[in-house]
């Protein structure tokens, strides 16, 4: 049986910081384009950029949040894994 591959103790911090990250600015760049080329388009200068921007708040803090529970949900499973794995050990080693 093959175990997986060990990571760094520093890799899932960085994967939830790019992860985070591309929720922050992904959705702010694209609106600040979008909305400013709207608005030339249809002379309501600052309000497409306005609303675009409120719009890539709410997705960005969606975003956020999904990401957050699921690094949540995955660090609960593996603390779950890790408890049933000692209990085990424990009562395998307790008449030794």
Request: hydrophobic share 45%; no cysteine.
């Amino acid at each position: 049986m093959a175990d997986k591959p060990v990571q760094a103790w520093w890799q899932p911090a960085v994967t939830v910081f790019s992860e985070v990250t591309g929720w922050i600015v992904a959705p702010i760049v694209a609106s600040l384009f979008i909305g400013r080329a709207l608005d030339r388009k249809f002379g309501t200068d600052p309000w497409w950029f306005l609303g675009l921007t409120a719009a890539a708040f709410v997705i960005t803090t969606i975003g956020i949040v999904r990401v957050a529970s699921r690094y949540l949900h995955q660090i609960e499973q593996e603390s779950k894994k890790k408890r049933e794995s000692k209990i085990t050990h424990e009562r395998n080693n307790k008449y030794y």
